[in-house]
């Protein structure tokens, strides 16, 4: 599955209207055909730090999203309002729970060497 995320440093005082345009279109790009989940997170830190990540079914939603009036008023808010702006496209190469995640967690302790050092101390 494809996803990007975008982060956006948006200058101190036009936060409040960034989010204000981001709720409305948020809605939207949710309703969208082959939009999976869009999520938008703040950083503690930098209060006026976005990330957005958009997932969807396939490569033609996302592309198909990225050719939509509303990703060009979110990419028109972030360069008038933002003062940083960076952008990822990737793969999902797994989904799952706890279970996925240990298995990775022994996957790696078997190429360290971790588990057989662990067994024999």
């Known amino acids: ?3 990007y995320q975008i982060k956006i ?3 101190e005082n036009k936060v409040d209207e960034f989010v204000r345009s ?3 279109l948020w809605f939207k790009f949710l309703k969208e055909e082959g939009c999976l989940s869009y ?3 703040r950083e503690f830190e930098k209060e006026n730090t976005f990330c957005l990540v958009g997932e969807f079914a396939t490569h033609e939603a996302m592309e198909n999203h990225f050719q939509t009036r509303d990703f ?3 990419v028109g808010a972030a360069s008038i309002l933002g003062k940083a702006f960076k952008m990822m496209i990737s793969e999902i190469l797994a989904t799952g729970g706890k279970d996925l ?3 990775k967690f022994a996957s ?3 190429e360290s060497g971790l588990q057989d050092y662990a067994e024999h101390s």
């Open 22 to 24: 981001l709720h409305s």
């Open 1 to 3: 599955m494809p996803l």
């Open 108 to 110: 790696q302790e078997k």
């Open 39 to 41: 999520f938008v997170y």
């Open 101 to 103: 995640a240990k298995s």
């Open 72 to 74: 060009e008023v979110l």
């Open 9 to 11: 440093d948006i200058q």
